[in-house]
């Protein structure tokens, strides 16, 4: 046993979480604020470049770019055969992280190249995040890779210089929430449908000042790519970390991944990594714990993401809100999103359906919607697109001729990339116009000014292109 | 970074929740625009309606509030998005201060990189302090004494010391940080022998 572990048991029980941040801690000051030490620094075309501009004005080096990686994903164009410079307002950005980043010696992805990809789907592809380790990127969605056992976290931009030039970070430490889900998932319910549940149970700001972990039955039986859907919205709970303990599927995952150890070295991470799980008797702040068998397919109705239902189910009345401010924000919701209280979600008809993002734009996101695309055909009026999360995702999803059965059925098939989520690349949805989409946020014009969100998961956003309207994915299955 | 140590100003109260980073800073205005320029563009989804026209009906449009140099707001302000931005584009509106109940976690933290100082009080307090600014009182926010009071009421907020300090001064982490080199050094000698793995697999990749 190494000298962590067993500093551990020496001190008692202790989380998963606080394994791995006391591991990083340097120093702590009176006010519980620790120098983190950040294993990782994961820079992307927006927050990137703003920490690689603050560090060239001040004239810093990077301490070690060798533990850093960079790709632009925000602002570069999705459509077929794009380069970086293919969106104009974004070309600058991918011409300066390009720059910057090689200038520097930190590893740069670029388009049409393995490795490049919506930073969060990249990270864990490449075997540069690994259990245990701390990671940080300018983006609030890298809370995804805690899904690997990391202890992974969005900063700002400032932050990040900090990181890049210092490679550590302050942060104070949050106290612990354990999610414990048990249960099998029903039919065409998939993580998506599980944290959308639990933020609606909990609520959008319940993890605030909180790191999650996800633990349980459920958990345990889900694959790496779903235990990173299920850690991507922990943000949106309010949590800047979520984690699920690492175990021989997180082991299987990552061996021989670029990045990942090898050889000997891999078998002596293993060894480190299975004292991470929390222990047995460990102590957190708060717990909660659900039963999944009876969760169905869920949607959002409204502008946040805690405004979700199950797909059966009706849209809340505002006059029954729980105080009276929320009785105002379920109001200006509906009137944003156009919809009336009571109304079914399902038969609203669609304009849009969005898959892709850092929450399922990974190849079993695109194999379940595929699954219920196969053989079919779009609707009518309705625009439908496939981003897939990086180009390793595209080549492997091409390969097994998803393409064929997304473009057959009328979908455009287009280049890795944030795209539509968060609509920083000139690609929006229209005012007014609603969206099913697979991403993280139905924030007010977070898809485009005036652009309705309905968030749900890529199975369900698949049957409402082909119903051209929200639909119950269950009814759609396939034999 | 400017020191920060007393705000006195105009507040407006936009006692809403969850107004997110997206809200406060559309992604767009962020590629196109420098951060002293994001003040036109800071909360706009709120202060103007879809033709592109003023929105009398928000309060940041109101004579009495358009000079507002504090900003008074409900539960979970700033969730969302890492974005810095917001705080630059809040900053460049002449926003030097945010009084909340709740903050999402990294736009609190970005806060303090700018000298945006940001205020967590009680949902009581914030309505009694929006009930004054209708009332047109000039509120005061004092970081030494960790007040702030209106005309009539005054109440204190709490805020790590370190971060009150950092503020005071004008103190940015990094240099603060880099005098630690020492301590980082022979913290990261050591983790090299504990997880090796953690720092060799990644010069194999770059070989």
Redesign the interface.
């Known amino acids: 046993m ?3 572990a067993s500093q551990h048991l020496a001190n008692g029980p202790a989380t998963l979480f606080e394994k791995v941040w006391s591991a990083h801690a ?2 702590t ?3 519980a ?1 620790s ?1 983190l ?1 950040v ?1 990782r620094a994961l820079l992307h075309d ?2 990137g470049n ?1 920490a690689l501009n603050a560090l060239a004005e ?1 004239g ?1 080096p990077i301490r070690h770019p ?2 850093a990686f960079s790709t632009p994903d ?2 570069v164009s999705t459509a077929p055969g794009r380069t970086g410079e293919t969106y104009a ?2 070309a600058r ?1 991918w011409a300066n992280l390009k720059v910057r980043s090689n200038a520097h010696g930190v ?1 740069f992805f670029d388009t049409g190249t393995i490795g490049h990809g919506i930073v969060h789907v990249m990270g864990p592809e490449l ?1 540069i995040v ?1 259990p ?2 701390s990671v940080v990127c ?3 969605h ?1 809370c995804t890779n805690g899904a690997l056992g990391a202890l992974a976290f ?6 990040l ?2 990181v890049l ?4 970070l ?1 942060q ?1 430490k949050p106290k612990t929430l354990r999610v414990t889900f048990d249960g099998a998932l029903q039919s065409g319910v998939s993580a998506k449908d599980l944290v959308l549940f639990l933020i609606g149970e909990l609520g ?2 319940a993890g ?2 909180y790191a999650v972990e996800y633990a349980g039955s459920t958990v345990r039986g889900l694959d790496i790519e779903a235990r990173l859907t299920l850690c991507n919205l922990s ?2 709970l ?1 949590a ?1 970390v979520g984690m699920v303990a690492p175990d021989d599927a997180t082991y299987a995952y990552l061996e021989g991944r ?5 050889g000997v ?2 078998d ?2 293993v060894k ?1 990594w299975r004292t991470l799980p929390s222990d047995a008797q460990a102590h957190f702040d708060r717990e909660e714990r659900f039963d999944t068998t009876s969760i169905k397919p869920m949607m959002t109705w409204g502008t ?1 993401p805690e405004h979700v239902i199950a797909i059966d189910a009706t849209i809340p009345d505002p006059a029954s809100a729980p105080d009276s ?2 009785r ?2 379920w109001r200006t919701a509906l009137d944003y999103m156009g919809l009336e209280p009571g109304q079914q979600l399902e038969g609203t008809p669609v304009d849009w359906v969005f898959i892709g993002s850092c929450t399922n734009s990974r190849l079993s996101d695109l194999r379940g919607a595929a699954s219920v695309v196969r053989g079919r055909r779009v609707a009518d009026g309705v625009r439908a697109w496939v981003v897939p999360g990086s180009e390793q995702v595209k080549r492997d999803a091409q390969a097994l001729g998803l393409d064929q059965v997304f473009k057959e059925a009328g979908f455009e098939w287009r280049e890795p990339g944030c795209s539509m989520c ?3 690349n ?1 690609e929006v949805v229209p ?1 007014g116009a609603r969206s099913v989409s697979t991403t993280n ?1 139905n ?4 898809q485009g ?2 652009a309705r969100t309905h968030l749900a998961s890529p199975q369900s956003a698949a049957a409402a292109a082909i119903t051209g309207s929200i639909v119950d994915v269950r009814r759609l299955a396939h034999g | 970074m400017d020191k920060v140590t007393s705000i006195v100003g105009i507040a407006a109260p936009l ?4 107004i ?1 980073t ?2 406060v800073i ?3 205005r ?3 625009h420098a951060r002293h320029e994001l003040g036109p563009y800071a909360l706009e ?1 709120l202060r103007f309606r ?1 033709d592109g026209s003023e929105d009398p009906a928000c309060v940041l449009n109101q004579r009495a509030f358009r000079d507002a140099s504090i900003l008074l707001a ?3 302000f700033g ?6 931005g917001a ?1 630059w584009a809040l900053l460049a509106a002449g926003i030097r201060c945010v009084v909340a109940e ?5 736009f609190y ?2 806060c303090f ?2 000298g945006l100082f940001p205020i967590r009080l009680s949902a009581e307090d914030i309505r009694t302090f929006a009930d004054h600014a209708q009332a047109g009182h000039i509120l005061e926010i004092d970081l030494r004494m960790q007040t702030i009071r209106s005309e009539t009421e005054v109440r204190p907020f709490a805020i ?3 971060r009150r300090e950092a503020l005071l001064e004008g103190l940015d ?2 240099s603060r ?2 005098k ?1 080199e020492d ?2 050094s022979q ?2 000698a050591e ?1 090299r022998l ?5 720092w ?7 070989a």
């Not at chain 2, 969730?79 to 810095?84: A, D, H, K, N, T």
């Not at chain 2, 709740?102 to 990294?106: A, D, Q, T, V």
């Open positions: 190494n000298k962590q340097i120093t000051t009176d006010d604020r120098l030490h294993d927006l927050s703003n001040r810093l060798e533990l925000h602002a307002g974004g950005l590893r075997g690994q245990g380790s300018g983006d609030s890298t969005g900063i700002g931009a400032s932050e210089a900090h030039a210092t490679q550590t302050w104070k959008a700001r605030t000042g943000i949106e309010g800047k670029e990045f990942a150890p090898r070295l891999f002596q991470a480190y946040s401010r929320r105002t924000e968060v609509a920083a000139g005012p946020r924030f007010v014009g977070r000014p005036g | 006692l809403r929740s969850n997110d997206d809200t559309r992604i767009e962020l590629t196109e989804a879809q409900g539960d979970n969730c969302g998005s890492s974005r810095e705080v709740s903050f999402g976690e990294i933290n970005n990189q700018n790590d010391t370190n982490d990094i940080t880099l630690s301590l980082i913290w990261q983790d504990r997880r090796p793995w953690v060799e697999p990644v010069r194999l990749g770059l």
